[in-house]
């Protein structure tokens, strides 16, 4: 790991910043930086297994945060949670704006943690 977290700089409708890098399509972040810029889900408003689990089992997560999307419409649908518990991962769902708090408390205190960013509605 980077002696220096990467740190999501900003959050609006549409838009969020890692490390000086703007970005306008749903991400995945990690301490480390950005794992995938274009993110996509099987179905866009609703967070499903297929669509975390290759990322968690390649950097295997403590915790692995969601951000729901501005309005908080992305759901999470309750095999997810099943998956992770299973993994001793915790997971928050949160709208985007608290996500991206919480990550970069919790990228700041050096947990491993994953950030899945919705970033519309």
């Known amino acids: ?7 999501i700089e900003g959050y609006s409708f549409g838009k969020i910043k890692v490390s000086g890098r703007e970005y306008t399509r749903d991400i995945v972040v990690s301490p480390e930086g950005v794992l995938d ?3 996509w889900r099987r179905e866009g408003h ?3 297994v297929e669509d975390v689990a290759k990322y968690v089992e390649e950097y295997k997560p403590a915790v692995v945060i969601t951000g729901t999307g501005y309005f908080g419409a992305m759901r999470v649908d309750e095999r997810v949670e099943s998956y992770l518990a299973g993994k001793g991962i915790a997971l928050l769902a949160l709208k985007t704006s608290e996500a991206v708090r919480e990550f970069n408390l919790r990228a700041g205190r050096g947990e491993r943690v ?8």
């Open 114 to 121: 994953l950030g899945f960013f919705h970033l519309t509605c």
């Open 37 to 39: 810029e274009r993110w």
């Open 1 to 7: 790991m980077s002696a220096v977290p990467a740190r």
């Open 46 to 48: 609703l967070l499903q």
